[in-house]
């Protein structure tokens, strides 16, 4: 810690570097000289530890990269970073970067933690600091990202959610929709596509020939091929065209969803359904798993970027449990059923 104290008539600094101990005399008997005399000498010593190049602010490169980088992200990935630059600048909006230590990061969380934000909001604010510095590092603005050095086990997120619709739930929420509305809903369950994928989902991206939909713009920016399933050919098939727009699902005069979570939360209130839109994609990646077991091929139709997320599912496969206690309780010229996988509990983790 740096501070000032008093020795005689005289003012002294004293301060941490480098693992030592310095001290200085500030020559002065005015405390305010004597510390301006300190800050100074901090500068002087940064300056010296970064090999002469001077130090930077947290809101130097948090300009730069809103000028730099965040126009590069899509819209809503910038609505988020935003969200979080506003919580950040209260921590570390007066800082230089090389200030943003460990423990300011530890208490950075503990007093959002403490004011009620969950885990999972409180990553993605470090998330968010975490993609500043690497820029900055990039820059040469400071010499590593200390978030990456930080460790985020003490941040526990909530328990995912371990429920999906049921197939009657599903029956109700269309039966509460509006006809397009009710299309939309059918075509998430059976596809488990990402409702902005559905929502920009052109006719010229569908192939009924070759039973797939091709995405092009993608929360990965990965384009990928999303096969369809009788059921899903059937509500394509199902859905009416309109004579001018592009769009597969569509309200008023042609026009795209500009997003339909809110919209299925209304629905879902009338349906007394307390499920989010985004439950209808659990809901398919449990029902394929127990279905088909192939947790790969549910990767590349989900779009996940690892397997680890598709591994959340992975608890939906039982089968082989089921064959491991029937040999364990089987006794000899007797021989062992084992249960289908459908007939499971629908339930799901969340992603």
């Known amino acids: 810690m740096a501070t000032v104290y008093k020795r005689n008539l005289t003012y ?63 819209p809503r990935t910038q609505e988020r970073y935003r969200t979080s630059f506003r919580q950040l600048n209260d921590a570390f909006g007066s800082l230089y970067l090389d200030e943003i230590s460990r423990a300011r990061l530890a208490d950075f969380a503990s007093h959002r933690m403490t004011t009620g934000t969950k885990g999972a909001t409180v990553r993605r604010d470090l998330a968010t600091l975490s993609c500043v510095c690497s820029c900055a590092v990039a820059w040469d603005y400071i010499d590593a990202n200390p978030v990456k050095q930080f460790s985020k086990r003490h941040i526990r997120e909530a328990p995912p959610r371990t429920t999906y619709p049921s197939t009657d739930e599903v029956d109700r929420l269309v039966a509460h929709a509006s006809p397009m509305a009710g299309q939309i809903i059918r075509f998430l369950e059976q596809t488990g596509m990402r409702q902005e994928e559905v929502c920009g989902l052109e006719w010229s991206q569908v192939s009924i020939q070759r039973r797939e939909v091709r995405l092009t713009k993608t929360k990965t920016s990965s384009p990928r091929v999303v096969p369809l399933s009788d059921a899903a050919i059937g509500t394509l098939t199902g859905t009416p065209r309109h004579i001018t727009s592009p769009y597969v699902f569509w309200h008023h005069d042609g026009e795209r969803y500009s997003t339909f979570a809110n919209s299925f939360a209304l629905i879902a209130r009338r349906a007394m359904v307390p499920f989010r839109c985004h439950d209808l994609r659990h809901r398919f990646a449990s029902v394929f798993l127990q279905a088909t077991g192939d947790v790969a091929a549910l990767q590349a139709i989900l779009g996940h970027r690892s397997i680890q997320m598709t591994m959340r599912y992975a608890h939906m496969i039982t089968s082989h449990l089921h064959r491991a206690m029937a040999d364990f309780g089987t006794k000899t010229g007797t021989v062992g059923t084992v249960p289908d996988n459908t007939k499971n509990t629908e339930t799901a983790a969340s992603i």
């Open 12 to 74: 002294w600094v004293r301060f941490q570097w480098q693992g030592k101990e310095v001290r200085r005399s500030a020559h002065t008997s005015s405390k305010n000289t004597a510390q301006q005399f300190l800050a100074q000498l901090l500068e002087e010593h940064h300056r010296l530890g970064r090999g002469g190049r001077p130090r930077r602010t947290y809101k130097e490169a948090l300009e730069r990269f809103t000028v730099d980088y965040l126009p590069t992200l899509k």
